[in-house]
């Protein structure tokens, strides 16, 4: 059954933007990139990325040159200078490698790696994904595949006519060392899933490099968004100023979605030849630390968790005390190489300017003012403070807030893939995906389960693919009672939730299980408020969403009854078997219980505060 949808034509609020007035690019001559490469090959990798940033944000200001190819002399925009693919790629991995990040011997390395963070997303904001050519620049291959380049006084050596537009433009764009060759992020993995499920482990159990792998990430998501976004633009109907179609940008649907970098990861040779590998690819954004899932997906580079040694700190911290020692009694000294405190705090200001060390402090003050707040509860806390805290701490199982961030826009990518059905022969169907999707979710705990499906807490999923996937769940959760859906239907109509969800409870006696059932259906009772409106011209959806919460309540209410029931059954045996030894009892069971009560009520009373808003809006408009 193709899942239904609420009647809405909205995108994800990542896809949701302006026609982009993108930069064209322009090739570096040959002299920059003889430059460009020597600079990387001897490691000068600030250098380097300064001069990319120039040449790429140079003409930025003047924005507009006119058009000589037409008589009506359109503005255009400014050419902006791009390195090679190849350079590109190096320029990726220089944000993640250990050697520039957590194990840098230096603050030059480290201000390298956040300038390569900078100039890339510069890149995507100018230049844009496809006109950068990303999508070859971002592709994975093994480390043997890869050849191994040779440096620029070899390449001389030979004797190559590296000038010449007749075949040395390939052999040109190589560049030797290990960073840019077998240890470039794109050799070093597997796959873009490979990266994914290895970053989100390192989202629990190793922060220092989750601080890297969360920015690379944010990036990537970005760069598969545009890249998505440009090419719909681009294959969307246009027209030109006499307003005829433009035949330019009329591609097929096919060829020009089919090579976004979207569907090349898709489509890579680790997924099995009759198409995705869902099931890997949902493990990988699940991926929550556990020994099964560091097994799967392994670290990137060979001891890249390692940090730096402490006697290093130590060493470079007796040398500053013993510079400070010799700048106070000495002051500055020309002849003797004593610059007083010239160079003294340039480690401070180098580290001072690292993007992303901002927000690395900023997670450990939000774990320690995490801590501070559970050490408090054990002390007997309100009900309300533990209410409060339910939603922070629903996201620490799978890496914190900004960890489900990204793995809920990874989704919304994977919803939109599939909903154009871009490989025919190939493509998972739409219910094959989110089959694998609701396998993982109803396993997650309550709290981060709302998480996921709340349409306002994360919104980086397509309104659609949200409705979809709540169907999906609800077909395994809800009371038999509940009458199956009708397959024909693409869109979810009001009246249609009112007679197949609204009214009923779990097929489960559970707490937590009637719980997921209201959270799905007050999203899809919200999602049709927010996108189409509610009609509470008659009494049925209040009928309707009372029905349901005396439902589940009842439910929930006969099922512990009974397992109390039984409990004091089994602890009077127990006890007369122990002679009057003294029975311990654990309290996991009824704090789940009792969260999953909470969570049961708030939502069936954010459902009735909705009834009643719509009722009053449909008055007034009366």
Request: negative net charge; charged residues 25%.
């Given at each position: 059954?193709?899942?239904?949808?609420p009647e809405t034509g909205e995108r994800s609020p990542t896809l949701m933007r302006d026609r982009?007035?993108?930069?064209?690019?322009?090739?570096?001559?040959?002299?920059?990139?003889?430059?460009?490469?020597?600079?990387?090959?001897?490691?000068?990798?600030?250098?380097?990325?300064?001069?990319?940033?120039?040449?790429?944000?140079?003409?930025?200001?003047?924005?507009?040159?006119?058009?000589?190819?037409?008589?009506?002399?359109?503005?255009?925009?400014?050419?902006?200078?791009?390195?090679?693919?190849?350079?590109?790629?190096?320029?990726?991995?220089?944000?993640?490698?250990?050697?520039?990040?957590?194990?840098?011997?230096?603050?030059?390395?480290?201000?390298?790696?956040?300038?390569?963070?900078?100039?890339?997303?510069?890149?995507?904001?100018?230049?844009?994904?496809?006109?950068?050519?990303?999508?070859?620049?971002?592709?994975?291959?093994?480390?043997?595949?890869?050849?191994?380049?040779?440096?620029?006084?070899?390449?001389?050596?030979?004797?190559?006519?590296?000038?010449?537009?007749?075949?040395?433009?390939?052999?040109?764009?190589?560049?030797?060392?290990?960073?840019?060759?077998?240890?470039?992020?794109?050799?070093?993995?597997?796959?873009?899933?490979?990266?994914?499920?290895?970053?989100?482990?390192?989202?629990?159990?190793?922060?220092?490099?989750?601080?890297?792998?969360?920015?690379?990430?944010?990036?990537?998501?970005?760069?598969?968004?545009?890249?998505?976004?440009?090419?719909?633009?681009?294959?969307?109907?246009?027209?030109?100023?006499?307003?005829?179609?433009?035949?330019?940008?009329?591609?097929?649907?096919?060829?020009?979605?089919?090579?976004?970098?979207?569907?090349?990861?898709?489509?890579?040779?680790?997924?099995?030849?009759?198409?995705?590998?869902?099931?890997?690819?949902?493990?990988?954004?699940?991926?929550?630390?556990?020994?099964?899932?560091?097994?799967?997906?392994?670290?990137?580079?060979?001891?890249?968790?390692?940090?730096?040694?402490?006697?290093?700190?130590?060493?470079?911290?007796?040398?500053?005390?013993?510079?400070?020692?010799?700048?106070?009694?000495?002051?500055?000294?020309?002849?003797?190489?004593?610059?007083?405190?010239?160079?003294?705090?340039?480690?401070?200001?180098?580290?001072?300017d690292d993007p992303m060390q901002a927000t690395q402090d900023d997670d450990e003050s939000r774990?320690?003012?995490?801590?501070?707040?559970?050490?408090?509860?054990?002390?007997?806390?309100?009900?309300?403070?533990?209410?409060?805290?339910?939603?922070?701490?629903?996201?620490?199982?799978?890496?914190?807030?900004?960890?489900?961030?990204?793995?809920?826009?990874?989704?919304?990518?994977?919803?939109?893939?599939?909903?154009?059905?871009?490989?025919?022969?190939?493509?998972?169907?739409?219910?094959?995906?989110?089959?694998?999707?609701?396998?993982?979710?109803?396993?997650?705990?309550?709290?981060?389960?709302?998480?996921?499906?709340?349409?306002?807490?994360?919104?980086?999923?397509?309104?659609?693919?949200?409705?979809?996937?709540?169907?999906?769940?609800?077909?395994?959760?809800?009371?038999?009672?509940?009458?199956?859906?009708?397959?024909?239907?693409?869109?979810?109509?009001?009246?249609?939730?009112?007679?197949?969800?609204?009214?009923?409870?779990?097929?489960?006696?559970?707490?937590?299980?009637?719980?997921?059932?209201?959270?799905?259906?007050?999203?899809?009772?919200?999602?049709?408020?927010?996108?189409?409106?509610?009609?509470?011209?008659?009494?049925?959806?209040?009928?309707?969403?009372?029905?349901?919460?005396?439902?589940?309540?009842?439910?929930?209410?006969?099922?512990?009854?009974?397992?109390?029931?039984?409990?004091?059954?089994?602890?009077?045996?127990?006890?007369?078997?122990?002679?009057?030894?003294?029975?311990?009892?654990?309290?996991?069971?009824?704090?789940?219980?009792?969260?999953?009560?909470?969570?049961?009520k708030a939502s069936g009373e954010r459902m009735r505060i909705l009834v009643d808003i719509s009722?009053?809006?449909?008055?007034?408009?009366?």
């Open positions: 059954m193709c899942a239904s949808q982009p007035s993108y930069r064209p690019a322009r090739p570096l001559p040959f002299e920059l990139r003889e430059h460009c490469v020597i600079y990387f090959e001897e490691e000068l990798y600030t250098q380097a990325l300064t001069l990319l940033t120039n040449l790429l944000t140079a003409g930025t200001s003047t924005h507009f040159l006119p058009d000589s190819s037409t008589s009506t002399s359109q503005p255009q925009l400014v050419p902006a200078f791009v390195p090679p693919p190849h350079h590109v790629s190096l320029i990726s991995t220089l944000i993640l490698h250990p050697s520039l990040t957590t194990r840098a011997p230096n603050a030059e390395r480290q201000s390298a790696s956040n300038a390569a963070y900078r100039y890339l997303r510069t890149l995507l904001k100018l230049v844009g994904p496809v006109n950068a050519d990303l999508s070859s620049a971002f592709q994975f291959t093994s480390s043997t595949a890869r050849r191994r380049g040779r440096s620029s006084y070899n390449r001389r050596r030979e004797g190559e006519d590296l000038d010449s537009p007749n075949g040395s433009e390939a052999a040109f764009d190589t560049i030797g060392g290990d960073l840019a060759n077998e240890q470039s992020v794109w050799s070093a993995a597997e796959d873009i899933w490979h990266v994914v499920g290895w970053a989100f482990n390192c989202s629990i159990v190793h922060p220092g490099r989750w601080t890297r792998w969360k920015a690379w990430l944010e990036l990537m998501c970005e760069v598969l968004e545009d890249d998505w976004a440009e090419r719909e633009r681009l294959i969307s109907p246009s027209t030109t100023a006499d307003n005829s179609p433009n035949e330019a940008t009329s591609q097929p649907d096919e060829t020009l979605l089919n090579s976004s970098l979207l569907s090349i990861y898709l489509s890579s040779p680790t997924n099995s030849r009759h198409g995705p590998n869902t099931s890997r690819i949902m493990r990988a954004i699940f991926a929550d630390g556990t020994p099964k899932s560091l097994n799967e997906f392994r670290e990137v580079w060979k001891n890249e968790t390692r940090e730096r040694k402490k006697a290093d700190d130590s060493r470079r911290t007796a040398q500053k005390r013993k510079r400070a020692d010799t700048t106070t009694s000495c002051g500055v000294n020309l002849e003797e190489d004593v610059w007083g405190d010239w160079y003294a705090e340039e480690d401070d200001e180098e580290a001072e774990d320690a003012s995490s801590d501070r707040s559970h050490s408090s509860d054990s002390d007997g806390s309100s009900l309300m403070d533990k209410t409060d805290r339910a939603a922070p701490n629903g996201a620490e199982p799978l890496g914190g807030i900004e960890s489900l961030l990204l793995r809920q826009r990874l989704i919304s990518l994977l919803s939109l893939h599939a909903a154009h059905s871009l490989n025919s022969n190939h493509s998972d169907p739409l219910n094959n995906l989110y089959d694998h999707l609701a396998s993982h979710l109803r396993s997650l705990p309550l709290p981060t389960f709302a998480l996921f499906i709340a349409p306002t807490l994360l919104p980086h999923m397509i309104p659609a693919a949200r409705s979809s996937l709540c169907q999906v769940l609800l077909q395994s959760l809800i009371s038999a009672d509940a009458p199956a859906p009708d397959p024909s239907g693409d869109d979810l109509k009001q009246d249609q939730l009112e007679q197949w969800y609204l009214p009923y409870a779990s097929n489960l006696a559970s707490p937590v299980a009637n719980a997921k059932v209201s959270l799905l259906v007050e999203t899809l009772l919200r999602l049709l408020g927010l996108h189409v409106g509610l009609d509470t011209s008659t009494q049925s959806l209040r009928e309707a969403v009372e029905m349901g919460i005396r439902a589940r309540h009842e439910k929930v209410t006969a099922g512990l009854s009974k397992g109390r029931g039984r409990a004091g059954r089994g602890r009077g045996r127990g006890m007369a078997a122990s002679r009057g030894g003294r029975v311990s009892h654990g309290t996991g069971g009824n704090q789940e219980e009792e969260e999953a009560m909470r969570f049961l009722e009053r809006k449909n008055n007034s408009a009366t």
